[in-house]
């Protein structure tokens, strides 16, 4: 019988199956936080029981952190409490903590790759929507919430049904200044932020075989944006490569045993998936959101669609744009913005500091714009300087803060004010998200770099052949 | 954790005819920063709510005197984005113990469904009949019968079965949580754990 991919990690996994329903699901590896885990901790607490496996278990601080000055004790008493709260808990457990200040510290979902934490055909679980990141391995890989946390904590399996399957094709190769993150908005808007509600996605095509791990991370992280629980990527030689010496990363024999399995992790060829669809990567230029969810985004060059055009509902559709005070019908480009966020689990890895300093290499930071550009990790930071990126960010008047998940979901200080706009290389434009009454055009890092010397959204196509000229 | 059992529920319902309902409006990032499970209440719907001064906006449904109840009622994709459980306990805190919609995200559903919060999903035309009997008469009630897996609206012969499975069914009704179930699974999950190649 033939299987996806998705079933032979996900069928492996289960420990039991209950009749009429979810699956005991096993999780190899979790990932905990300090915002959705402190509740969890108090739960095994109140049943007096401890952390079943402290070694599956990997704990960091981001969602509520500083960034700046995390030198500093942190100033607001709630976040410092939080903090503690996931030390104190962490060592109680035994479960390795990288605190703010701690080298491996960083979001989440970049420093567990980072430290090959995420292996192809693992299961891996976090109190976040975007641990589909990890999918980009050819784990499996999804958001749960806190009660859910503390299942894994107790007992390292949740209560699952098995989702149903989808492949999602993108054959061809990309156009100049097409990024992987354009590559999800665009699937995101074709499906909606509920298209792929129930589903899990297995991304396939000549464009991810193309696709850098980290363009892969960005593609799978945004899975959960159109409503899928996770994404994957079936691992190949790329995958391999990236692992191989990682810190948690199999050794020696353990190696070798492990790519025995791992080179089986492709979907059989006539394997039949619930729902499959086909793009062409020819159709898709940079991406940019206009609305209030990441699936209201169109090309740059288009412009904002017509209420009649929309499926669903036109009151939301208008509610929206009325957010945003935009109209319908409008032209994108040239809009003025205020912020820049370059950062998040999405695009804040090397390759995105890079293609940002891509396009602001000899150029100057437009006066207008305020631009926040936040490492995903130290180790993301430290490339930046060693690679000499931040030469050229500070040559262009742009300033570097230290790692965490910062405005994009401005938990902590770095909140966009109110009625002000801001291109974010984030994932998500809900209303208030980046801060009460922030608005967020969500986009790429190129575009964010374009957007960022020029004050207002610009095709970076132009400023890219410009530089070719 | 341990909830409150489920069986019948007869309530007035609150309306919120809006789409893609995001957990960042049910409960903003900024008020996620407790380490307990209490007090969510008080944000739920935050920046829909209040002004930023910190009065109530009038036009807003929870601050609407005319709607009250157990029951609230969303428009389709209720609960996307964020996994943030504080979501469905700010819902809870402020007296709800069932969520109708067309339609819910995956994580929300589950995380409802982990507190004793009941997601009821209807068909787009139930969804439109609801808000209908409500703009009628805010006093209509509704009788969620999770046994029978029925919604009703009272008085008016009309219903609607929903989904939910057979496990899930029988933890609300008892009041019985996952985590007791795994705990007795330990030793079989101890030697799964065991075989497994990470």
């Known amino acids: 019988m033939s299987h996806t991919l998705f079933d032979k990690v996900w069928d492996s996994h289960v420990v039991k199956k209950i009749e009429n329903g979810p699956d005991v699901f096993f999780i190899d590896r979790h990932l905990v936080h300090e915002v959705t885990s402190p509740v969890a901790f108090l739960g095994l607490k109140e049943r007096s029981i401890s ?37 104190t808990n962490s060592a109680e457990h035994g479960i390795p903590y990288w605190g703010l200040g701690h080298e491996k510290n960083g979001i ?10 995420t292996l192809p055909g693992a299961t891996i679980v976090c109190g976040d929507s975007h641990t589909s990141t990890h999918g980009a391995f050819g784990a499996i890989a999804f958001g749960i919430g806190t009660s859910e946390v503390e299942m894994v904590l107790a007992a390292q399996c949740i209560m699952q049904p098995k989702p149903k399957s989808m492949r999602i094709n993108v054959n061809g190769t990309l156009s100049f200044g097409v990024t992987p993150k354009d590559v999800a908005l665009y ?4 499906l909606s932020t509920s298209g792929a509600t129930g589903y899990f996605v297995e991304y396939a095509g000549q464009v991810f075989r193309d696709m850098s791990m980290e363009g892969r991370m960005t593609v799978c992280n945004l899975s959960i944006e159109m409503g899928a629980r996770g994404g994957m990527i079936a691992p190949d030689e ?37 729902q499959e669809l086909s793009f062409e990567a020819s159709d898709i230029e940079p991406m940019i959101t206009y609305g209030t969810n990441p699936g209201m985004g169109g090309g740059i060059s288009k412009g904002i669609p017509m209420a009649a055009h929309v499926d669903g509902g036109i009151s939301t559709y208008k509610k929206s744009l009325a957010y945003m005070d935009f109209n319908e019908g409008e032209s994108m480009i040239d809009k003025t913005i205020d912020f820049v966020f370059l950062g998040s689990c ?24 305020t631009a926040w550009l936040v490492p995903g990790s130290h180790r993301v930071e430290d490339a930046i300087k060693e690679e000499g990126i931040l030469d050229i960010l500070h040559e262009a008047g742009f300033e570097l803060r230290e790692p965490g998940c910062s405005a994009c979901l401005a938990m902590n200080d770095d909140k966009i004010p109110p009625g002000k706009y801001a291109v974010s290389t984030s994932n998500r434009n809900f209303e208030g998200r980046q801060g009460p009454g922030s608005r967020t055009l969500l986009a790429s890092p190129l575009v964010a770099a374009a957007a960022a010397v020029t004050g207002k959204v610009t095709d970076p196509r132009g400023l890219m052949q410009a530089d070719l000229a | 954790m341990a909830y409150d059992k489920f069986n019948i529920l007869e309530s007035t319902a609150v309306p919120l005819p809006i789409e893609n309902v995001d957990t960042d409006q049910i409960i903003p990032a900024r008020f996620l920063k407790a380490t307990e499970r ?29 709607y009250s109840g157990k029951i609230l009622v969303g428009g389709k994709n209720f609960g996307s984005g964020s996994s943030r459980e504080h979501a469905a306990w700010a819902i809870y805190d402020c007296g709800f113990r069932c969520v109708v919609s067309s339609f819910f995200a995956d994580i929300f559903r589950n995380n409802c469904l982990n507190i004793g919060v009941l997601p009821v999903q209807v068909s787009p035309e139930f969804l439109e ?49 996952d985590i007791d179930y795994l705990l007795n699974l330990e030793s079989e999950i101890k030697d799964f754990a065991s075989k497994t190649p990470f």
Request: overall charge negative; aromatic content about 12%.
């Open chain 1, 51 to 87: 952390v079943l496996y402290p070694e599956r278990t990997f704990a960091t601080a981001d969602h509520n952190t500083p960034t700046i000055n995390q030198h500093l004790p942190v100033a607001d008493p709630l976040s410092a409490n939080q903090l503690k709260a996931l030390e």
């Open chain 2, 129 to 177: 009949r609801i808000f209908k009997e409500i703009e009628t008469d805010p006093e209509s009630k509704f009788e969620v019968d999770l046994s029978d897996q029925r919604i009703n609206i009272v008085g008016s012969g009309i219903s609607e079965k929903f989904e939910i499975t057979e496990y899930k069914k029988e933890n609300l009704l008892n009041g019985f949580d």
């Open chain 1, 346 to 369: 999405t695009n804040g890895r090397i390759e995105d500091f890079r293609a940002f300093a891509s396009i602001v290499k000899g150029r100057k930071k437009a006066p207008n714009v």
């Open chain 1, 238 to 274: 790329k995958t391999f490569s990236y692992i191989q010496g990682r810190e948690y990363a199999p050794k020696g024999a353990a190696w070798d045993i492990a790519m025995e399995y791992w080179k089986t992790l492709q979907t059989d060829t006539d394997a039949v998936f619930d």
């Open chain 1, 108 to 117: 989440v979902h970049v420093i567990g790759p980072e430290a090959g934490i």
């Open chain 1, 187 to 190: 699937i995101i808007s074709k």
């Open chain 2, 38 to 66: 209490k007090g969510f209440g008080d944000n739920l719907f935050r920046d829909w709510r209040y002004n930023t001064d910190g009065t109530p906006k009038e036009d807003f449904v929870l601050n609407n005197q005319t």
